[in-house]
Every structure is written in structure tokens, then in C-alpha cells.
């Protein structure tokens, strides 16, 4: 069975497809199912809201069973934020720099002890026959005076994971060895998994083995 990932965040479906693939799911992007996810506002006020909103409309558009992944970075010394507006902390058009700068001018008086934050990830599987699997999940850490590392994408350089690198100084298996991301995937996969097998049993069933 192949899904469909529901997102145009290239860098987000790199993980999810890295994180996916090993464990025998196979993927295919928006734009090789032919479909835009543009279009689809992302008006929900939870992560798992915003999760269920992508993968129903990517599994409308596509006819395929779509997984969508919806995330942010929540700061307890900002009373959440930017949480599910991560995306769009510093405008429609901002880079990733931007949000960066943002973020840490808004912490600039912060003390370290005060500094807690996690990464959020909300999952959401959609069959075409309307049958939903989620997982939710999340990784502790703080963030940083400045950023530090090249790799990863969005917040990775200022958030500091408990080994006291930034998620951007970590390689890509190790990142998704702790991230939100990984464990998410990872949780809905075993949700997904009897799901699956009953599946296989059924086409079989039809092929008469
Ligand atoms: P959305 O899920 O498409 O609304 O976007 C989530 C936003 O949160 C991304 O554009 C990033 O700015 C941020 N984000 C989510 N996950 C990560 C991550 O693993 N690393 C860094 N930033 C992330």
C-alpha cells in the first residue's frame, strides 16, 4: 500500500520519508500523486486539528491513504508560542532566519533556567474509506542564545536537545532517533501495523492464496 505524504514542506517530508521508509511503508510526495496542498488552510487552533485537516485533504485530492504531520515548537516563557502559528511566526513570506530572529529577540531577557521549550508533532493517517490512525508525541530541550549547526531545517539550530547539541548539530538518524517527529511516526506505525496486516490478509483472501 502506498501513501500519500501530505505536506509541500520539503524538508519536513524528507524526514517523514526517512523515518517511514525503514520501516516498510512506502511513499509517494503531493506532487508525484499530482495533487497541491496550497490550497488547504491550516485553520485548526490544535496540532492534531491542523494533522487531521492535511491528511483528509491530501486523501481526498490524491484517493490515496495520506499521512500528514503537523508541528511546532512551544516555549513556556512565551506561554506557548509560537506553537501551532510556528509555521507563520514571522509572516506569510519569512524564512527560517526570520522566525529565528524573532524568536530570539523575544527571548533576548530570558534566563537560561526559564529557557524550556518542546517540539510538538501531531500525526494523522486517512484512508480513502474514512478510517483515521493518529499519534502524537513530543521532545523536551531549550533554546539557545544563538544558532548553532547546518543541518535540519525551521527551529533546529536554536533548539537544544538534552546531550546539549542543537537538533542542527546532530545527524539525520540521530535527530530522528529523539525528535517529536520520529517518535510520532514511530507510534503511529505501530497503530497502523494490525491495521495493515488485516489488509494483507484480505488481498489474499482475494487472490486465493
Ligand atoms: P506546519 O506543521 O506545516 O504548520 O509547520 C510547522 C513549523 O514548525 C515548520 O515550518 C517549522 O518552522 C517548525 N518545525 C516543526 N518541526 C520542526 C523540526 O523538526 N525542526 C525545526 N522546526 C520545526
Redesign the pocket.
Given at each position: 500500500m502506498v501513501f500519500v505524504l501530505a505536506?509541500n514542506?520539503q524538508k519536513?517530508r524528507d524526514?517523514m520519508e526517512r523515518i517511514l521508509r525503514p520501516l516498510g511503508i512506502s511513499v509517494v510526495t503531493a506532487q508525484q500523486a499530482g495533487i497541491s496542498m496550497e490550497g488547504v488552510e491550516?485553520t485548526g487552533s490544535t496540532f492534531e486539528e491542523?494533522a487531521d485537516i492535511k491528511a483528509v485533504a491530501a486523501c481526498r485530492l490524491a484517493d490515496l491513504p495520506a499521512v500528514a504531520?503537523?508541528?511546532?515548537?512551544v516555549v513556556d516563557a512565551l506561554d506557548g508560542a509560537p506553537g501551532?502559528y510556528?509555521?507563520r511566526y514571522a509572516g506569510e513570506n519569512a524564512t527560517?532566519a526570520d522566525?529565528i530572529a524573532k524568536l530570539l529577540n523575544a527571548m533576548k531577557d530570558v534566563p537560561q533556567e526559564k529557557r524550556s521549550a518542546r517540539?510538538i508533532?501531531a500525526v494523522c493517517c486517512v484512508f480513502p474509506d474514512g478510517r483515521k490512525v493518529t499519534a502524537s508525541a513530543s521532545c523536551e530541550g531549550s533554546i539557545a542564545f544563538s544558532p548553532r549547526g547546518e543541518g535540519?531545517?525551521?527551529?533546529?539550530p536554536i533548539?537544544v536537545t538534552e546531550s546539549g547539541k542543537t537538533?542542527s548539530q546532530l545527524s539525520a538518524q540521530e535527530k530522528d532517533r529523539i525528535?517529536?517527529?520520529g517518535a510520532a511516526m514511530r507510534l503511529l506505525y505501530s497503530r497502523l501495523k494490525p491495521l495493515l496486516a488485516k489488509e494483507e490478509e484480505v488481498i489474499e483472501e482475494e487472490n486465493g492464496q
Open positions: 505536506t514542506n519536513k524526514e491550516e491542523n504531520d503537523d508541528s511546532g515548537l501551532v510556528s509555521a527560517d522566525r517540539f508533532s535540519g531545517f525551521g527551529y533546529d533548539f537538533f525528535s517529536h517527529r
